[in-house]
Nanobody, 125 residues
Framework: QVQLVESGGGLVQAGGSLRLSCAAS????????MSWFRQAPGKEREFVAA????????HYADSVKGRFTISRDSAKNTVYLQMNNLKPEDTAVYYC??????????????????WGQGTQVTVSS
């Protein structure tokens, strides 16, 4: 079992920044590829960013590329999502997820083994 707890969400003006954290406990954190997803009101959950279990590879949804950065700190068992130049359309509940099978997570939700409870990000215009 892996427990994931997100934090760092909040209300920010357009153009602002937030850093989300996802703290993992349980099994060895470094064995898991980690990703962030988000779900806006009335929409399906969508992939945001992924980082490999080693931290050496990342990939991003086109909508956030160049604005968001995913990283991980194995010593702290934490994955981060630095979000810059936020836009109102980034408003959503953000979830972290862990994949114990692949070296780098994909955009397919069903491939993930564990999910956090989510943290709300609201961007005002």
């Amino acid at each position: 079992q892996v427990q994931l707890v997100e934090s760092g969400g909040g209300l920010v003006q357009a153009g602002g920044s937030l850093r989300l954290s996802c703290a993992a406990s349980g099994r060895t954190f470094s064995n898991y590829a980690m990703s962030w997803f988000r779900q806006a009101p009335g929409k399906e959950r969508e992939f945001v960013a992924a980082i490999s279990f080693s931290g050496g590879s990342t990939h991003y949804a086109d909508s956030v590329k160049g604005r968001f950065t995913i990283s991980r700190d194995s010593a702290k068992n934490t994955v981060y999502l630095q979000m810059n130049n936020l836009k109102p359309e980034d408003t959503a509940v953000y979830y972290c997820a862990a994949d114990g099978l692949r070296s780098l997570g994909s955009s397919r939700e069903y491939e993930y083994d564990y999910w956090g409870q989510g943290t709300q990000v609201t961007v005002s215009s």
